[in-house]
């Protein structure tokens, strides 16, 4: 039995995953949306990302009915994408792994899109 937590925020959408050996067990979103006509920057970007990220987490967690604990392995996008939403969900994944001792995983962006 395998648990992961999976967090994408390549660009204005940050999301949070959690499987237990292939079913989904959560799947939360929140995305950035512009002002029509001016697009999204990626500070504004990487300001919503880690305005809501602690949250999604928590969120994913309880519809789960796990503790973080109970994760085993913890993967990221390491990339492409905008850098500045990219490193917000990057430092709260590399967080998490360390405060419950579990391996991390950094996901290329393009072949997770491939695998699924």
């Known amino acids: 039995m ?5 967090f994408e925020g390549s660009a204005n959408k940050l999301g949070i995953g959690i499987m237990k050996d292939g079913e989904v067990l959560s799947n939360r979103r929140a995305t950035y949306v512009s002002l029509p006509g001016e697009g999204f920057l ?6 919503h990302h880690q305005a809501r990220i ?3 987490v928590q969120h994913a967690l309880e519809d789960a009915n796990i503790k973080g604990t109970d994760v085993d392995a913890v993967c990221y ?4 994408g ?3 939403p990219l490193v917000s969900v990057a430092v709260v994944a590399r967080t998490l792994a360390q405060l419950w001792n579990k391996p991390i995983i950094g996901v290329n962006h393009c072949i997770g899109h491939i695998l699924l």
């Open 2 to 6: 395998t648990i992961t937590i999976g």
């Open 42 to 47: 990626p500070k504004d970007t990487a300001r």
């Open 77 to 80: 996008t390491k990339g492409p």
């Open 82 to 84: 905008i850098a500045a």
């Open 54 to 56: 602690l949250d999604l």
